[in-house]
């Protein structure tokens, strides 16, 4: 008997190996609705994204070290020193700003076409939480290189934490490990980006994909009229959809590659706690909320940006209409893209906010709000 | 159900070049693994031999003759090593206390010098004249396995 | 144990106060005066009122607490009475006070002005130390520490009636605010200089301009020395140059740059093209050694934000800009060519950063480099996959 045919025979007398392989079989066949398109290939490259930064992340545990002493050196020993540590790097770095693009992109496409309606409110749900989770890995991963952004741009964060009413004093110091951002804070952000939200992430994945997979793919037909799915008409996953994915994801990994050699995250310079920078930021997928913030008094703002996340999250149970199909729901796709741009245009404020650019040859200084102001040479 | 996933007949042609495309597929897949893992395997291999947090120079005792001393910039901050008539060695900042110019050291006079204003120090820092406020700050030195190491 | 030093301690305490409090009937009338006294070195050396002003401080009974007593002094008594004390070694060496103020107040403006021309407008010694509650110059609330001395003599020396009736100007508490020494003081380095020393305390006259250069020279040795080796310093001895000054002002002396060289050389040299072309050639080698160190300073910023740059390149960089700091101060000797090597010692050290940091850089170019290859080959997998992509779908 053959090597492989000897190891089958053992594997197959203790486990119901038939059984199993006829299940993979099952869920590689699988037959999903005719309208399946490029747009479904986002969600494989999240999948993708995600482990890459488990994977990239790992390796940079490696030489990175989580103390204020040292972690910056680390960074720097990881984009001088240690080889490839540059591209490990760019690749976390990168992957972290890609994975919420492409996952705002891809709620996106779950919204427009009405996927979350009944009986997937809950997959919806599932997912809204990976986004916030996600934005955690955001917020902690940036302040282990442990850099002038990385510190103040954690101050301007916990502010807005230690600024809610009553408890948020406490639970300030409970983020920060103190009063003000240090090595406990640091040690709390590592444990986790390191730990905690992967494990949470891992969990909420398995479950959004084992979801998926027992409800399949939403079909275009409203929620009641669904139609079986027409063996004649249906796509399989394998080869046929996976084979979209195959095309995607060597143009995403090129994508990937270039950005990350193009435009290597910087190193920055060391935390000074003494020293301010001018006009510090969070990072582009909190510039948002940040520049909405600063619209308003501290407590009203607070309360009306807790609106936003929780509509994401209960979307599914406040919209009960029963149109999937984007032409037959204009208003709701219109909504979605419009809320969308504005989020996109307030970061955008926010980006120009309290800097001096060069405009049409003209140079001109935003203030804090974002309102425009020619500055005169020889100010 | 039929099989999608079985391609139906085709041409010999057509069945070569399909296999053709699969196998390149499979190679380029196989590359690409490559291209992951090596790069991953070389990452893990120590680069340097302390890792991101040295904080010491090693270098070759005999490099500094007794007598003389001169300015290491490996440890981050320049770093004056000297090294007396006896052959001991003293490792000082070599950040001037005043203006923080790079001090040097003057065999004639036996003297720490500061070119930028006169600040002189003795050769165990402490200053003797001209406006430096402060010492130079000294760092350990110790003999390991026959290298000279000055931890910063 | 314990017990025993707090009792010491309190009765320790109650013997300062007494030896303020020691039968002083002056108090009781004269309460202001005392207060300010309180706690004070001459009220802890035991001098009282009477030391001074003489009177009766044992008589509680006005007119004969009043015996002796001389009230107010006029300005000459006050600097015999002040200076016989503290000229007197013997008294003043346990506290350590040199004893010399007397002698060379009498050799300092203030003091001939008073004994010759018996002024009484100028300065004594109660005019800057105070009457009552004389503080040590090194305390931080005496009129005479650093930190406060130009506005002590600013309250004469700006006064421009007071100033005008002795025929001097009244801006140069105004221009040494604005200068360089002052902003020094201001952020708290009490070696900064102010009025006292470069014009003397109790000596205060204004340097001849023979003394200029040893007066600057006291901080600035090494400029000094290079200047007595200069073609100018000739020129100071038969005084036809005042030396430092010329260049760098008096009071308002601002940071020097090189606009002095366009400036002031001029004024003498306008007739005198070899003079004016070494004055280039100095102007030129610091100046454009200034722009090249400007410019591989934000190379190399550029570079550390990217990690590109090692502790090597960091310490190349500090010894170039020692090395222009140092020609700074060479350049007071004024000969071209020492201020040339030594600029030109910089320049190549720079010259070196500049070539390690493209070296660095270079070794990020071969990443572009391989970035065309992988993507090549990636968008050959998506070709690749696209043609297999389309077969399964015309199949289906």
């Known amino acids: ?379 | 159900m039929p099989n999608e996933h079985e391609p139906p007949a085709a041409s010999p042609n057509e069945s070569n070049r399909r296999d053709f495309l699969e196998r390149a597929l499979g190679a380029g897949a196989a590359v690409w693994a490559a291209g992951i893992a090596v790069p991953t395997g070389i990452y893990l291999w120590p680069a340097a031999a302390s890792g991101p947090t040295k904080k010491y120079i090693e270098l070759d005792p005999e490099s500094q003759a007794p007598g003389t001393g001169r300015v290491l910039g490996e440890g981050g901050k320049p770093v004056l090593l000297l090294r007396q008539k006896n052959g001991e060695f003293r490792a000082l900042s070599a950040v001037c206390t005043h203006l923080g110019c790079v001090v040097h050291w003057n065999a004639e006079q036996q003297q720490i010098q500061c070119p930028c204003h006169a600040g002189t120090f003795t050769p165990e820092g402490a200053v003797v004249s001209g406006p430096p406020p402060r010492p130079l700050a000294s760092y350990p030195t110790q003999l390991v396995a026959g290298k000279l190491r000055i931890t910063t | 144990m314990g017990l025993a030093a707090l009792v010491s301690l309190v009765l320790a305490l109650a013997a300062q106060t007494a030896a303020v409090t020691k039968p002083n009937s002056c108090v009781a009338c004269h309460a202001e005066a005392a207060k300010l006294e309180a706690g004070r070195p001459h009220a802890q050396a035991d001098i009282g009122c009477v030391a001074c002003h003489g009177g009766d401080a044992t008589q509680t009974q006005k007119d004969a607490a009043h015996a002796g007593f001389h009230g107010k002094l006029e300005a000459q008594a006050i600097v015999e009475l002040c200076g016989n004390c503290h000229a007197d070694v013997a008294r003043m060496n346990p506290y350590g006070i040199p004893t010399d103020q007397l002698a060379q107040y009498k050799t300092s403006r203030h003091g001939q002005a008073l004994y010759e021309k018996h002024d009484a407008s100028v300065a004594i010694c109660s005019s800057c130390h105070g009457a009552h509650g004389i503080l040590g110059p090194k305390s931080s609330e005496s009129p005479v520490h650093p930190a406060h001395v130009a506005q002590t003599c600013g309250r004469c020396h700006a006064d421009e009636s007071l100033m005008k009736a002795h025929g001097l100007a009244a801006t140069a508490p105004a221009e040494y605010a604005k200068s360089v020494h002052a902003q020094l003081l201001a952020k708290g380095d009490s070696s900064a200089p102010q009025c006292a020393t470069c014009h003397g305390s109790h000596g205060a006259i204004p340097p001849g301009f023979q003394s200029v250069a040893a007066v600057c020279g006291k901080c600035h040795m090494r400029e000094k020395e290079l200047f007595q080796k200069s073609p100018h310093a000739p020129l100071v001895e038969s005084g036809d140059f005042a030396g430092c000054i010329v260049c760098h002002g008096n009071h308002a002396i601002r940071p020097a740059e090189l606009g002095i060289y366009a400036r002031v050389c001029g004024l003498c040299h306008a007739a005198a093209p070899e003079v004016l072309g070494k004055r280039d050639r100095i102007a030129q080698a610091l100046g454009s050694s200034d722009a090249l160190l400007a410019s591989s300073v934000s190379e190399f910023d550029a570079a550390a934000g990217h990690g590109l740059a090692s502790d090597e390149d960091q310490l190349f960089l500090d010894e170039a800009r020692t090395g222009l700091r140092s020609a700074r101060v060479l350049q007071h000797g004024l000969d071209p060519a020492q201020v040339e090597e030594l600029t030109g010692e910089a320049r190549g050290l720079l010259g070196e950063l500049h070539q390690r940091l493209e070296k660095e850089s270079a070794a990020q170019r071969w990443k572009r480099l391989a970035l065309a290859p992988v993507v090549a080959f990636l968008l050959l997998m998506s070709l690749g996959a696209w043609v297999r992509f389309r077969r399964l779908h015309n199949q289906a």
């Open chain 1, 1 to 379: 008997m053959s090597l492989r045919a000897r190891t089958n025979g053992w594997f197959e007398q203790r486990f119901p190996v038939a059984g199993i392989r006829a299940g993979l079989e099952k869920q590689m066949h699988k037959l999903l609705p005719p309208h399946v398109s490029w747009l479904h290939t986002l969600g494989g490259m999240l999948l993708f994204l995600a482990a890459q930064q488990i994977l990239t992340g790992i390796l940079l545990m490696v030489y990175y070290r989580p103390t204020t002493e040292d972690a910056y050196e680390s960074v720097r020993f990881l984009m001088l020193k240690a080889t490839f540590g540059w591209l490990i790097r760019g690749l976390h770095a990168w992957g972290a700003s890609l994975m919420i693009a492409v996952l705002v992109l891809h709620m996106l496409r779950v919204f427009i076409m009405g996927a979350y309606k009944r009986p997937r409110e809950l997959t919806w749900v599932g997912g809204v939480l990976i986004f916030f989770t996600t934005l955690g890995f955001g917020f902690t991963g940036y302040l282990l290189p442990w850099n002038q952004l990385s510190y103040w741009a954690t101050t301007v964060g916990t502010e807005v934490v230690a600024s809610v009413p009553q408890i948020g004093h406490s639970l300030g110091v409970l983020v920060r490990g103190g009063e003000a951002v240090g090595q406990e804070t640091l040690a709390r952000f590592y444990t986790m980006h390191v730990v905690v939200l992967p494990w949470l992430l891992v969990f909420l994945i398995v479950v959004h994909i084992v979801m998926i997979r027992t409800q399949n793919l939403a079909p275009l037909e409203a929620v009641g009229e669904e139609r079986p799915l027409d063996p004649r008409t249906a796509v399989s996953f394998a080869p046929q959809h996976t084979s979209r994915e195959l095309v995607v994801f060597p143009l995403f990994f090129a994508l990937m590659i270039a950005l990350v050699i193009l435009f290597p995250p910087e190193i920055g310079v060391k935390a000074d706690p003494t020293v301010t920078p001018e006009g510090i930021k969070p990072e582009w997928y909190f510039l948002p909320a940040y520049q909405f913030l600063k619209y308003l008094p501290k407590l009203v703002g607070l309360a009306l940006s807790a609106v936003p996340p929780m509509l994401l999250l209960f979307w599914p149970f406040l919209d009960r209409t029963r149109a999937r199909r984007p032409s037959g729901r204009k208003l709701s796709v219109a909504l979605g893209l419009g809320v969308v741009l504005a989020t996109l245009l307030l970061g955008l404020v926010g980006y120009l906010s309290e800097s001096e650019r060069t405009i049409l040859g003209k140079r001109v200084r935003f203030d804090m709000y974002g309102v425009p102001e020619l500055v005169h040479e020889g100010h």
